[in-house]
């Protein structure tokens, strides 16, 4: 037992180390994780947190089902610095689950289903500065507080639908913000100063949709606590009919400098009132998004309000429910007259009268983007008075109905400061040869029309011009100060030239429909600093592929600004799709004439060795003869059967052929024949009867391969005598039947050869191909033509008991 106690602690260790292993062993896997140790296992699917590498600095497990999260999930991931869990049905979170994430700085938990928030979950995340708890069931944050040790938290958000109360003690810890975010639309509790403690505090986002209808109090006591002249105020989802929903304002609007309102819903009762409320208050900035107009524009005492310090005023997605009676003109006017920015997009705008713009008289900025303005409004607009809009620098009119050019210049014409243009995602179609521009138009952007040609109409005071997405094939055009050139999107084949365009410094390029460009290319703009040109079809061939990796890598002088994967192989076939920078072509590839001429020069050289080798080793001489041979034993072949035919030619002809150069051929036939073929007894005392030469001259037939007559005469002779001399040595002819007898030799055997030395002549004399002859030299006895005429008649008698030795044997 004593033993038990023991070890029970170790046993219960490794039970729970056991455990924790299995349950790893269940846990889901992501491996979506980048280079930069960023992981994105959003929508998949999990339903617990999976296992990612401990190296991970960013989690991104949203819109998965993940339900909990246990102690040990998020166990070794010390260096994580941002973890998203929204969007999962989060309900439950383990209080020391984030104990490990010591380096957390952005925490999202919205959109789950966290019924109570808990303190212990931030005890641990000092480092914390973003933290996103919007739209979870909570009815309140909780105490203690849960913001006690997170002193560097800069952004919080956090409410929802179901938030009911917010005390003092709430936001305690939190010290200043840079951003807060509440959704309070059915708060019923607010306690006032609850936020009066968080200094500075840059922007403040606010949903009162319930308090500013039934407890204008409440929503006035939390606009006072936000109220500062620094701080940027934004209210959203409010429904305005009446008098009394403004009242909430009345408080604070002397001290709000900038504000904005989104997806609000104003009656004419509530404009009136409210621009009553801002008749001479310092307001500098005022930004509706999502207006929802459902009057007619009829603000009682509105041309009376002064708006003078307001600078900007934004109206962006305005909707007006009755477009036919509303008092555009009458009523409006006075809200534009005094600001220097004025931004009217998306909402649905078809006139702006120049009752209006002749007000516009401080107008530095005007935006009337992605509205129903066409040539003959725009002429309205901007109507025949030089007067109108003269303060003007920028106009933005993109993704409106324009489709005239020369419309455009003849009324912008007269803006005499005018230095910004934006009329891109239009109706454009052509240009004119020439047009009229204010001499300060500096910036011009006719980008995402359907331009199909460029003219000198364009103005040559540009210094940033944007073409991009266009029909474009080519652009050329003397634009002396030009800086930056935008014509992605297009159809160009090839770079502009660059030499009408000496300043030069950004050209941009992308999806085109480029082939190649070279280091000339980028030289002829003088001042080219940044390219951007991927996404085009370019052809892989080694001098672009080894130009333009040089300069993905920074080597030149002009700086490639897009990312490189965008540089991608169009041709050939087999490269397509593969990024340049990671293409590697072979010198067969790269430099074919080179490879030919190198592989040419070698081939001939290792030709000329193997030659050499070959004939050294007289390779060529055994194919020639094998060849020969071959012919003529096939020659042979045919003369045998022919001869088995007729009995009456025998086999043997000769006892001898003779082999000898004819510069021995008085030796020959003066001596030799005489002395073999006629009969004597003179040297012997028993007669000789006579023997039968072969010789070329008078026994090879005429009129057959000289070939067939070698090889037939050794083939009927049973000796082959070779009368060797130098002569001998340089005869073709000799050396031609000293070629087949060595091939009969290994087929006769070394006693059908008698080799006579006309003069001294030693083995090495014989060239070495005919190894057979000379190991014949050095191993049988030859026969050796004496000067001295007594040992003749011995030379004689030798030369016929070599030529009778057969004969005697058969007898």
């Not at 959203?236 to 001290?255: C, E, G, T, W, Y």
């Not at 207006?291 to 309000?305: F, M, P």
């Not at 009458?330 to 998306?346: A, G, M, T």
């Amino acid at each position: 037992m004593k033993h038990l106690r023991i070890l029970a602690p170790f046993l219960f260790l490794s039970l729970i180390r056991d455990q924790t292993a299995n349950r790893d062993d269940l846990r889901p896997t992501c491996r979506r994780c980048d280079l930069h140790h960023s992981c994105n296992c959003s929508f998949g699917g999990f339903t617990h947190v999976p296992m990612v590498t401990d190296q991970a600095l960013s989690l991104d497990l949203s819109f998965n089902n993940i339900t909990m999260v246990t102690q040990d999930d998020l166990m070794g991931h010390s260096q994580l610095r941002a973890l998203d869990l929204h969007g999962n049905g989060l309900a439950e979170i383990h209080p020391s689950a984030f104990d490990s994430l010591w380096s957390l700085e952005e925490l999202d938990l919205s959109d789950n289903q966290l019924k109570f928030l808990n303190p212990k979950w931030f005890n641990k995340l000092e480092p914390l500065k973003h933290l996103n708890l919007i739209n979870n069931p909570y009815s309140f944050l909780g105490s203690p507080s849960l913001f006690l040790g997170l002193s560097r938290l800069r952004r919080l958000m956090f409410g929802g639908p179901d938030l009911k109360e917010l005390r003092r003690e709430d936001l305690s810890g939190v010290t200043h913000l840079e951003e807060l975010t509440v959704q309070a639309n059915n708060l019923d509790r607010y306690d006032a100063g609850t936020f009066g403690d968080i200094w500075p505090l840059g922007h403040v986002t606010l949903s009162l949709h319930g308090p500013f209808l039934t407890n204008p109090a409440l929503a006035a006591a939390m606009l006072n606590d936000v109220s500062y002249p620094e701080t940027q105020l934004t209210l959203s989802d409010l429904r305005l009919a009446h008098n009394v929903s403004v009242q909430p304002f009345k408080d604070s609007i002397n001290i709000i400098r900038y504000l904005s309102l989104h997806n609000v819903s104003l009656s004419d009762e509530a404009c009136g009132f409210l621009l009553a409320l801002l008749d001479g208050v310092p307001l500098r900035s005022l930004s509706l998004v999502g207006l929802t107009l459902t009057g007619e524009g009829r603000w009682v005492a509105a041309n009376q309000t002064d708006l003078s310090s307001m600078d900007e005023f934004f109206a962006s997605d305005v909707i007006i429910l009755d477009i036919l009676k509303f008092a555009m003109d009458s009523e409006i006017q006075y809200l534009v007259q005094h600001q220097k920015k004025l931004s009217i997009i998306n909402s649905k705008l078809f006139l702006l009268s120049c009752y209006i713009t002749k007000k516009m008289v401080n107008t530095l900025y005007l935006d009337v983007s992605d509205n129903l303005l066409t040539d003959l409004t725009l002429s309205y607009m901007l109507c025949d008075n030089d007067e109108t809009l003269q303060e003007l620098r920028v106009l933005n009119m993109s993704g409106n109905l324009l489709k005239s050019l020369s419309t455009l210049s003849r009324l912008v014409t007269k803006l005499t400061k005018l230095t910004q243009l934006d009329v891109s995602r239009t109706g454009y179609r052509s240009m004119p040869t020439s047009c009229s521009w204010p001499s300060t138009l500096r910036y011009l952007n006719i980008s995402r029309a359907k331009l199909t040609i460029v003219t000198p109409c364009l103005p040559k005071s540009l210094e940033v011009l944007d073409l991009s997405y266009n029909d474009l094939k080519e652009f050329v055009l003397t634009l002396p100060i030009l800086r930056e050139l935008h014509l992605s999107g297009n159809k160009f084949l090839r770079l502009p030239a660059g030499g009408p365009y000496h300043n030069l410094q950004t050209l941009m390029i992308q999806s085109n429909t480029l082939n190649t460009f070279s280091l000339s290319d980028l030289q002829s703009y003088r001042r080219l600093e940044n390219l951007e040109a991927g996404h085009n079809k370019f052809v892989c061939s080694c001098g672009f592929v080894t130009f333009l990796r040089s300069q993905l890598t920074g080597s030149g002088d002009v700086k490639i600004t897009d990312k490189h994967q965008t540089y991608v192989c169009d041709s050939p076939l087999y490269l397509q799709g593969e990024a340049v920078s990671h293409v590697s072509l072979s010198i067969i590839q790269c430099q074919p004439v080179l490879f030919v001429s190198v592989s040419c020069g070698v081939a001939l050289l290792l030709g000329i060795l193997v030659a050499g080798l070959l004939w050294r080793c007289h390779a060529f001489w055994f194919l020639k003869m094998t060849w020969a041979w071959l012919k003529a034993t096939r020659s042979s072949q045919r003369r045998r059967r022919n001869r088995n035919t007729e009995e009456s030619d025998p086999l043997l002809s000769f006892d001898a052929f003779v082999s000898y150069s004819e510069e021995d051929a008085s030796w020959v036939e003066n001596l030799l024949v005489p002395e073999m073929e006629e009969p004597s007894d003179s040297d012997s005392e028993s007669p000789t009867s006579p023997l039968t030469l072969c010789l070329h001259k008078r026994d090879f037939l005429p009129g057959h391969w000289i070939m067939d007559n070698i090889m037939s005469a050794i083939e009927r002779s049973r000796r082959t005598i070779f009368v060797l001399s130098e002569n001998f040595v340089q005869s073709d002819w000799c050396r031609y039947e000293l070629d087949f007898s060595h091939f009969w030799l290994f087929e006769a055997g070394g006693d059908a050869a008698i080799l006579i030395l006309l003069e001294p002549l030693s083995k090495d004399d014989v060239p070495k191909r005919f190894c057979k002859l000379r190991k014949l030299m050095s191993s049988t006895t030859y026969l050796e033509w004496p000067q001295d005429e007594e040992r003749r008649p011995e030379f004689w008698r030798s030369l016929r008991n070599a030529l009778r030795g057969d004969n005697e044997q058969e007898n």
